[in-house]
């Protein structure tokens, strides 16, 4: 579904990304995996248009896509769960859902879409007239994900979607992202819970300083001497 190719990305004449290449196949879960400064957040964002690259190429379902507009991006079908949620603040939870479908057609019907948001995140149903910006953390999560599934997407982009979550809203987050997954939305995961998010994923690419340094099966990973050193400490 997805090919990146030897993607380099700078900020200003600062390399964050250099020579990154991965695949993503449809129906898989793959996720990216690095400290901070890695070069991860950027690589999504590059994929989302909102950031151009340097060089490389970004192949979605045979398509390039490195010069095209974050808009032309969503339309294709591609959706981003930013990192922080960035949720509209002094707008409902409905009107930030209306606002993930800004890109349908006019004459698409999106009310099956609220049902299934409302369906699979209930307390979004029940807090649709309130402000956005008086919600949990984990129910803005939630919040800023529905918005993105309103979008229709094939492939979902999420970043960092434990950050600053309890335990218990992260074991929640992660489930919801095994059930998507499971009801066809390939995903890219970007992820600090190293181990959270190999447990998941079908596939995995360790990143570090703009570079992929390890590439396995989440399992692989998980097992890995190195990994566990690095990020479940020892």
Not at 21 to 42: M, P, Q, R, W, Y
Not at 80 to 93: L, P
Not at 124 to 142: F, I, V
């Amino acid at each position: 579904m997805l090919e990146v190719n030897d993607l380099a990305v700078n900020y200003g004449v600062i390399q964050a990304v250099k020579g990154v290449s991965f695949k993503i196949n449809e129906g898989e879960i793959v996720t990216l995996i690095g400290a901070n400064g890695a070069g991860k957040s950027t690589i999504v964002k590059t994929i989302s248009g909102l950031l151009k690259p340097k060089s490389g190429q970004i192949i979605y379902q045979g398509q390039a896509m490195q010069k095209k507009t974050a808009p032309q991006i969503v339309s294709a079908g591609i959706s981003q769960v930013a990192e922080g949620r960035h949720i509209f603040a002094g707008m409902t939870v409905l009107e930030n859902l209306q606002m993930g479908a800004f890109l349908r057609s006019r004459h698409d019907d999106v009310s099956q879409s609220y049902n299934e948001i409302f369906e699979r995140f209930p307390i979004l149903k029940q807090r649709q007239h309130q402000d956005a910006a008086t919600l949990s953390g984990g129910e803005q999560q939630m919040l800023a994900m529905g918005r993105a599934l309103m979008a229709q997407p094939k492939l979902l982009l999420l970043d960092e979607p434990s950050m600053g979550l309890s335990p218990l809203f992260i074991q929640e987050i992660f489930t919801i992202i095994k059930e998507l997954n499971q009801r066809g939305t390939t995903i890219l995961l970007i992820e600090q819970n190293a181990k959270q998010a190999l447990s998941i994923a079908d596939r995995g690419y360790v990143l570090a300083t703009g570079q992929v340094q390890l590439t396995g099966t989440g399992t692989e990973l998980l097992a890995n001497p190195e990994v566990q050193q690095v990020y479940f400490g020892g």
